[in-house]
């Protein structure tokens, strides 16, 4: 059973800035993309910003310029590098990988727990 942990969430003043990870577990054969979401109290989930396994990027509107995904493809693991953090940009933050386990071409979507950011007026 393929994992998605998610780390480094956590209470931050405006202006400030996090890291998040997210370690892909389990005997995966190659992760494809990598993405991460978030979901605002009494909103839908949203995507903030996606990455290709060969490092093409996408962001939502809202957080260009100021968050920056990447990923190490050795130890199946996506960062998002948040900067300039805005008390709109308060959500849980979700962690999401489409793989294949095998050399079968079936990809399959996993997420993570979640994790909580916070940014403080």
């Known amino acids: 059973q393929v994992q998605l942990v998610e780390s480094g969430g956590g209470l931050v003043q405006a202006g400030g800035s996090l890291r998040l990870s997210c370690a892909a577990s389990?005997?995966?054969?190659?992760?494809?993309?990598m993405g991460w979401y978030r979901q605002a109290p009494g909103k839908q989930r949203e995507l903030v910003a996606a990455?290709?396994?060969?490092?093409?990027?996408n962001y939502a509107d809202s957080v260009k310029g100021r968050f920056t995904i990447s990923r190490d493809n050795a130890k199946n693991t996506a960062y998002l590098q948040m900067s300039s953090l805005k008390p709109e940009d308060t959500a849980v933050y979700y962690c999401n990988a489409r793989v294949l386990l095998s050399t079968t071409p079936l990809e399959h979507t996993y997420w993570g727990q979640g994790t909580q950011v916070t940014v403080s007026s």
């Open positions: 990455i290709t396994s060969g490092g093409s990027t």
């Open positions: 389990a005997s995966i054969f190659r992760v494809n993309a």
